[in-house]
């Protein structure tokens, strides 16, 4: 009897435990496809931001419409089996940078009890082209070597743009060429070509934000290319292609009271940039930039603070020079091999040539998950 009683109640606990058994698998299942659920609404969100111009996008700078707003669940089906829908709240009317939240639901936000919710959140950004007034443009005072051609009369697909831009004082050297997008091509130098003596806030408002350096500075860190202080590209440490970011030698964004000594300090040399091509991508600097050597730069070269071009290297794209110590001017005086020292050319200054992702992306560091 004793025997019986054991085994009797061995098959109980048995039969309980098989009956759980489907209860606790078809509760994994419902999780799992919130979270997919989750996941595709983060992707429906990052859709919806890149194309602004579509139907179902939202348009830039503006809040986000329903049902990005959290108003009303998305369904989600494969063909006549519903599977659920998430709810997609966008915050913020920034033209790059948002806030996302997420809630993956199965079987949807209505019905019994045991819903399955899976909640994700993230930062999306889309890395912004400063948009120069011109191919090379300078906050402070600028010099133009002998013989040195600086050249933005070919491209027109983001508008005219001078040849070069300054808040301060423009010496064009002897024998040198400064040429931008206006009425008279044949005739360098004019005023349309070489604009001095610009309102700062022409500068400012294009300038990189501290929001659109944090952005960069997250996505060079996730890419491996974030580096500080003082920083020497050459054969034995090329450029690689994509977004390079250097940052001051504490890591700390750049104030009033930062010193001289903490700001970032790049070199680029012979050997930084494979012979016969070129670097494409964005190199942003919080800091003095130097481009020297040979080779070509496709793409935006950005520093806080003084540029100087020597030697025979070429860029392609925007140089941008935002003098926030320095008063000593900016100085292009690179004669390459062919072209000009410096090209405006739109696209490659967005794109850095093909190489800057100009849809919206998370910003590393920023996703988040919580269940429900």
Same mark, same amino acid.
């Given at each position: 009897?004793?025997? !019986?009683?054991?085994?009797?109640?061995?098959?109980?606990?048995?039969?309980?435990?098989?009956?759980?058994?489907?209860?606790? %698998?078809?509760?994994?299942?419902?999780?799992?496809? %919130?979270?997919?659920?989750?996941?595709?609404?983060?992707?429906? *969100?990052?859709?919806?931001?890149?194309?602004?111009?579509?139907?179902?996008?939202?348009?830039?700078?503006?809040?986000?419409?329903?049902?990005?707003?959290?108003?009303?669940?998305?369904?989600?089906?494969?063909?006549?089996?519903?599977?659920?829908?998430? @709810?997609?709240?966008?915050?913020? %009317? +920034?033209?790059?940078?948002?806030?996302?939240?997420?809630?993956?639901?199965?079987?949807?936000?209505?019905?019994?009890?045991?819903?399955?919710?899976?909640?994700?959140?993230?930062?999306?950004?889309?890395?912004?082209?400063?948009?120069?007034?011109? *191919?090379?443009?300078?906050? =402070?005072?600028?010099?133009? *070597?002998?013989?040195?051609?600086?050249?933005?009369?070919?491209?027109?697909?983001?508008?005219?743009?001078?040849?070069?831009?300054?808040?301060?004082?423009?010496?064009? =050297?002897?024998?040198?060429?400064?040429?931008?997008?206006? +009425?008279?091509?044949?005739?360098?130098?004019?005023?349309?070509?070489?604009?001095?003596?610009?309102?700062?806030?022409?500068?400012?408002?294009?300038?990189?934000?501290?929001?659109?350096?944090?952005?960069?500075?997250?996505?060079?860190?996730?890419?491996?290319?974030?580096?500080?202080?003082?920083?020497?590209?050459?054969?034995?440490?090329?450029?690689?292609?994509?977004?390079?970011?250097?940052?001051?030698?504490?890591?700390?964004?750049?104030?009033?009271?930062?010193?001289?000594?903490?700001?970032?300090?790049?070199?680029?040399?012979?050997?930084?940039?494979?012979?016969?091509?070129?670097?494409?991508?964005?190199?942003?600097?919080?800091?003095?930039? !130097?481009?020297?050597? @040979?080779?070509?730069?496709?793409?935006? %070269?950005?520093?806080?603070?003084?540029?100087?071009?020597?030697?025979?290297?070429?860029?392609?794209? +925007?140089?941008?020079?935002?003098?926030?110590?320095?008063?000593?001017?900016?100085?292009?005086?690179?004669?390459?091999?062919?072209?000009?020292?410096?090209?405006?050319?739109?696209?490659?200054?967005?794109? =850095?040539?093909?190489?800057?992702?100009?849809?919206?992306?998370?910003?590393? =560091?920023?996703?988040?998950?919580?269940?429900?």
């Amino acid at each position: 009897m004793m025997i !019986l009683l054991v085994l009797s109640a061995v098959l109980v606990g048995l039969s309980m435990v098989a009956g759980r058994e489907p209860v606790i %698998a078809g509760n994994h299942v419902m999780l799992a496809q %919130a979270q997919a659920l989750a996941e595709a609404g983060l992707s429906r *969100g990052l859709w919806a931001l890149s194309n602004p111009d579509s139907a179902d996008g939202i348009p830039t700078a503006s809040p986000a419409p329903a049902p990005y707003d959290g108003s009303r669940l998305i369904a989600v089906a494969t063909g006549s089996n519903p599977l659920g829908g998430f @709810r997609l709240t966008i915050s913020g %009317a +920034a033209s790059h940078q948002r806030e996302l939240v997420v809630a993956g639901l199965v079987p949807g936000d209505e019905g019994a009890l045991g819903v399955a919710r899976q909640e994700i959140s993230a930062t999306a950004i889309r890395l912004r082209f400063p948009d120069p007034p011109a *191919g090379l443009t300078v906050r =402070g005072d600028l010099t133009i *070597g002998s013989g040195v051609v600086v050249d933005a009369s070919t491209d027109g697909t983001c508008g005219d743009r001078a040849g070069t831009w300054s808040t301060g004082v423009t010496t064009v =050297g002897a024998a040198s060429r400064v040429q931008g997008r206006d +009425a008279t091509p044949a005739i360098p130098n004019e005023d349309t070509d070489v604009q001095q003596g610009q309102p700062v806030g022409g500068f400012d408002d294009r300038a990189f934000s501290a929001q659109d350096l944090s952005a960069l500075r997250a996505v060079a860190r996730a890419r491996g290319t974030y580096y500080r202080g003082a920083v020497n590209f050459d054969a034995a440490q090329p450029m690689p292609d994509g977004l390079i970011f250097v940052d001051t030698l504490s890591g700390n964004a750049i104030t009033d009271a930062t010193p001289d000594t903490d700001l970032a300090a790049v070199t680029i040399r012979d050997g930084a940039i494979r012979t016969g091509g070129s670097f494409r991508g964005w190199i942003v600097v919080n800091g003095s930039l !130097l481009i020297g050597g @040979r080779g070509v730069l496709e793409g935006l %070269a950005y520093a806080a603070d003084r540029i100087s071009q020597t030697g025979a290297s070429r860029v392609v794209g +925007a140089l941008m020079a935002g003098h926030v110590r320095t008063t000593v001017p900016s100085l292009i005086d690179a004669r390459p091999d062919t072209g000009a020292a410096v090209v405006w050319n739109c696209e490659a200054g967005r794109s =850095g040539g093909g190489s800057i992702p100009q849809r919206w992306i998370v910003k590393p =560091g920023s996703y988040r998950e919580a269940a429900g």
